[in-house]
């Protein structure tokens, strides 16, 4: 069987997949206050589309699949198209990322699902008054509730603090408190540039030195070995349930075991998080393409994957102001 490798010899088997574009969130790392211009759902790739792009791709060695948007949950009948997914007997796990707001209903039907095995859940602050600021949006009680079902549930959960300078850097000792007796893996993340407007004006550096600086003002941390392809270092504190994990996504330490490709709500395939986007898979198959045509052309693609995201970055020919919303969480 054809496996999809890059020209430094990296086997990818993990595609992010953002099912839409749109949110019900306005963090203000993500987009504008006004939100982005969102596009015609005609643009968008059907959840057929999506499945068939899948089922291509695990029959070229991925298995792993991670789903995200804009919020996957605003996207009409989002867990029947889990339920699609999870018929491709090629996919080891199937993995979300939300923000909490809208999938406390559907927590159970998930739960039934044996091969959605991660939630993420992006929460940036634990004060009701600041995570209003940070999202634009008063439902930090509905995230709160949701995050202590999940961690009830039988679904291996994260949580994705995105550290943000003047913001929240004094909570992330709170974070790290709640691995204490709750059996949860909290995430920081450097913040990015991809806020629909470019960077905004940051007083202080909050790289993945100085996150682990300030845990360790607290904690006594030891890190524990992860997987190869991991886009986190990850730490336990002694007697703690739960584990911390710093995701250097701005300083880019984890691009050389990088194994994975994106695929945004409109059919825009990804080699990096910060390049331009490679070719648009939606215009492709909709002009007829077969499934032997799409295992060539992914073939094909993958040896245009760069080194890392240093390099993608200095190839992109518009500037780095997108949307996380519009490439994919």
């Given amino acids: ?138 439902v930090f009680l509905d995230v709160y509730k949701t995050f202590e079902a999940l961690e009830k549930s039988r679904l291996n959960l994260k949580l994705n603090v995105v550290v943000q300078s003047g913001f929240n850097t004094d909570e992330i000792n709170d974070f790290v408190r709640l691995t204490k007796d709750k059996n949860v893996a909290v995430r920081f993340i450097e913040e990015m540039p991809f806020n629909g407007k470019g960077q905004r004006d940051i007083k202080e550096n909050w790289t993945f030195k100085k996150i682990l600086e300030e845990i360790k003002t607290e904690f006594d941390v030891e890190e524990i070995q992860s997987e190869k392809s991991s886009t986190s270092r990850n730490y336990k504190v002694d007697g703690h349930l739960g584990t911390v994990g710093i995701i250097p996504a701005f300083t880019r330490t984890i691009c050389n075991d990088c194994n994975r490709i994106r695929i945004t709500s409109t059919g825009t395939f990804k080699n990096c998080l910060f390049d331009d986007g490679v070719f648009n898979l939606r215009d492709f198959i909709r002009n007829g393409a077969s499934n032997e045509d799409l295992k060539a052309l992914f073939l094909s693609l993958v040896k245009e994957k760069p080194e890392n995201g240093f390099i993608a970055e200095a190839n992109r020919k518009g500037n780095v102001s997108e949307s996380m919303s519009t490439i994919g969480g």
């Fill in 1 to 138: 069987m054809n496996q999809l490798i890059d020209s430094f010899g990296r086997q990818i088997e993990y595609v992010r997949l953002a099912v839409t574009d749109r949110c019900n969130l306005r963090c203000q790392y993500c987009m504008p206050a006004h939100g982005i211009d969102i596009v015609p759902k005609q643009e968008l790739l059907t959840f057929k589309e999506m499945y068939r792009l899948i089922r291509v791709l695990t029959e070229l060695g991925v298995k792993k699949v991670r789903l995200t948007g804009g919020e996957p949950f605003v996207r009409k009948d989002f867990v029947g198209f889990l339920e699609m997914l999870s018929y491709n007997d090629l996919l080891d796990a199937i993995n979300i990322t939300t923000n909490g707001a809208l999938i406390s209903h559907y927590i159970d039907r998930i739960e039934q699902l044996e091969k959605v095995k991660h939630i993420n859940l992006s929460i940036d602050s634990l004060q009701r008054d600041k995570f209003a600021k940070i999202t634009r949006r008063d």
